[in-house]
């Protein structure tokens, strides 16, 4: 069974930061693009970053740049995402994809599959 796992959640105070693992198991993502996104409360789910099959090529949004940071490691099987100088506003559930490409994309409907979220809340 093909299934992706987030973790690294929580509770950080702002300007703190976490490191998220996109974890994938039956399955290798080698020949996968990968997307992170998130789902703040009564908003749309969100494009965060991405990164290509080989890790060449990544894309942030514009609300995370000069703050997160996009990379995988193929061997252990697993997509990373570096949120520093975290904002109330990066408050959400955040979810990994994967899409069966080279290239990866900030749109959710490309993708194949997803992970089951993890939660960041960014408070004082």
């Known amino acids: 069974q093909l299934q992706l796992v987030e973790s690294g959640g929580g509770l950080v105070q702002p300007g703190g930061s976490l490191r998220l693992s996109c974890a994938a198991s039956g399955f290798t993502l080698d020949y996968y693009a990968i997307g992170w996104f998130r789902r703040a409360p009564g908003k749309e789910r969100e494009g965060v970053s991405c990164i290509s099959r080989n890790g060449g090529v990544t894309n942030i949004a514009d609300s995370a740049k000069g703050r997160f940071t996009i990379s995988r490691d193929n061997a252990k099987n697993t997509v990373y995402l570096q949120m520093n100088n975290l904002k109330p506003e990066d408050t959400a559930v955040y979810y990994c994809?994967?899409?069966?490409?080279?290239?990866?994309?900030?749109?959710?409907?490309?993708?194949?599959?997803w992970g089951q979220g993890t939660q960041v809340t960014v408070s004082s």
């Open positions: 994809a994967a899409r069966y490409r080279n290239l990866a994309t900030l749109e959710p409907g490309d993708y194949d599959y």
